[in-house]
């Protein structure tokens, strides 16, 4: 028995032509010659493209094991690598032995069998067979970078000397103030204990109280960097807001540094910093897939991807400028003078629209943009409040073809400023007596960030929509698989 290697390795190079080898996975397409040859395109997962594997009918079992070979046939070969007489692969794999895993009876009845026509899948499609997805190409692509990003998250932060805290998902306080939180309770839904005056009485519940799916993680890691100093999750949250459009999810995983003794210009610069890793390591790391998304782009006949963006060269733009910053003041300033008619006016106190993002990081600046000190009165309670009263140290960083990927501020240290400003938004002081702690013992100047994952994917693969971004997409009206 040879040695079992995965298609990467094969066509990483790395397996001198000539060695014997044994491949395993699941086939593509295979065609048979008028002179007797088959030719079998092997995908095992491990990178983009996939293996040809050359039979020769003559083969012991060639009858048995590889006629009724079809799309989605689980197989194992071996045989010896060597030069590919043929276009489109430098080596392919001259098979000796091979072994069927599993064949499938009616071929026709594959859901990923090739259409007639030659079109692509809907992704509607695609998402209602999810399980099934991942061996289609846009999907594998999705999961490499997904991984490949994944780990350069932790990377970045481990080389930076952050440490990864892991937050809690089951959470008794509203982070963001915003409401619109899942339910976590085992109480009895259709007949729930109930106090005196008729209402549910969730000191029965198991937490003894109400309990939900946690919206963010950093009310929860804001203690450990006034410990650790430099840290951060990475983890799933979850949020009910019923926005069906191609940027939100219900459940999406969120990265979120928080730094001691930071201000929010080094939390801007951290964002820069952060994001450019990431991008370079996809860039030296899963070409492959990229490229793959790259033509996808370009072809314009995609339905997974955005149409006419040239994805390579806008991750190389991305890591290679500069990114603006531009004080929201001036945002407004600039959106308003500009001559394309927004659906949503703008004046100083609105919250920025997507189109106003777009308007701003594509038409204006083409680059990524840095819009801070946003209005206190659209901004989370926890943000620091800036000297003029009306504004805080918030940033979002806006990015071409998206808008925002990244929401983020310096943190309000002061107790006295912090608990005004709960008191003017009715925040009960009760629920947050530990984080005002924080206040309380050792407090400092810190702030940080989060990016929404997904988001990231989105844009590193010029996606159209979140919704295949993540491996199972969970959206109002929809949970399954
Ligand atoms: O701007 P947001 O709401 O900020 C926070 O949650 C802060 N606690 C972060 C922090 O300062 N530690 O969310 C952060 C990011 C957004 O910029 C966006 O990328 C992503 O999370 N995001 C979503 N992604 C997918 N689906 C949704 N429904 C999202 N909502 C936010
Ligand atoms: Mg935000």
Redesign the pocket.
């Known amino acids: 028995m040879t040695d079992v290697v995965s298609i990467s390795q094969v066509l990483g190079g790395t397996i001198a032509v000539g060695t014997m080898v044994t491949v395993r996975g699941w086939v593509r397409t295979r065609r048979d010659s008028k002179a007797g040859l088959s030719f079998v395109n092997l995908n095992d997962g491990s990178c983009f493209d996939g293996l040809q594997i050359v039979v020769v009918n003559t083969l012991e079992g060639y009858e048995q094991s590889v006629l009724s070979l079809s799309a989605g046939c689980a197989f194992e070969v071996e045989g010896e690598l060597v030069t590919s007489q043929g276009k489109g692969q430098s080596v392919e794999l001259r098979a000796t032995r091979v072994v069927p895993h599993s064949t499938i009876a009616d071929p026709e009845r594959y859901p990923l069998a090739k259409r007639g026509d030659g079109k692509h899948f809907t992704p509607e499609f695609l998402r209602e067979i999810a399980h099934l997805r991942p061996r289609t190409n846009t999907f594998g692509a999705v999961t490499r970078l997904r991984h490949a990003m994944a780990m350069a998250v932790h990377r970045f932060f481990h080389e930076e000397g952050f440490y990864w805290v892991n937050t809690p998902i089951v959470t008794t306080s509203d982070?963001?103030g915003a409401g619109q939180m899942f339910r976590v309770s085992t109480l009895d839904a259709m007949n729930p204990a109930r106090s005196p005056d008729g209402s549910v009485d969730f000191s029965k519940d198991f937490f003894g109280k109400p309990a939900h799916l946690t919206?963010?993680?950093?009310l929860n890691v804001e203690p450990f960097c006034l410990a650790l100093s430099k840290v951060y999750t990475f983890g799933p949250?979850f949020?009910a807001?019923n926005?069906n459009t191609a940027?939100?999810?219900?459940e999406?995983w969120?990265i979120?540094p928080?730094v001691a003794f930071a201000d929010l210009r080094a939390n801007a610069d951290l964002a820069e910093r952060f994001l450019k890793y990431i991008f370079r390591a996809i860039l030296s790391e899963r070409m492959d897939d990229l490229r793959f998304f790259d033509q996808e782009c370009k072809k314009g006949d995609s339905p997974y991807v955005q149409k006419g963006v040239e994805i390579i060269s806008r991750l190389e733009q991305f890591v290679a400028s500069p990114f603006e910053r531009v004080d929201y003041r001036e945002a407004v300033k600039i959106l308003q003078g500009a001559k394309k008619k927004f659906e949503f006016p703008v004046s100083f106190g609105v919250d920025l629209q997507t189109e106003h993002e777009r308007y701003l990081t594509e038409q204006v600046f083409n680059r990524p943009v840095v819009v801070m000190n946003y209005p206190k009165a659209i901004k989370?309670f926890y943000m620091r409040q800036n000297d003029d009263n009306e504004t805080v140290a918030a940033m979002?960083v806006l990015a071409p073809g998206i808008g925002?990927?990244?929401?983020?501020?310096q943190r309000e240290e002061r107790l006295d400023v912090l608990t005004a400003r709960m008191d003017a938004l009715s925040l009960p002081h009760h629920e947050y007596e530990w984080y005002l702690d924080t206040r309380r013992y050792g407090s400092v100047p810190h702030a940080?960030?989060?990016?929404?994952f997904?988001?990231l994917v989105v844009y590193a693969a010029g996606l159209a929509n979140?919704r295949d971004a993540i491996p199972y997409p969970r959206v109002p009206g929809s949970a399954r698989f």
């Open positions: 982070a963001e919206v963010s993680g950093q949250t949020r807001e926005s940027r939100h999810l219900a999406f969120m979120e928080e989370a979002d925002e990927i990244i929401g983020g501020s940080g960030f989060g990016l929404g997904e988001r979140i």
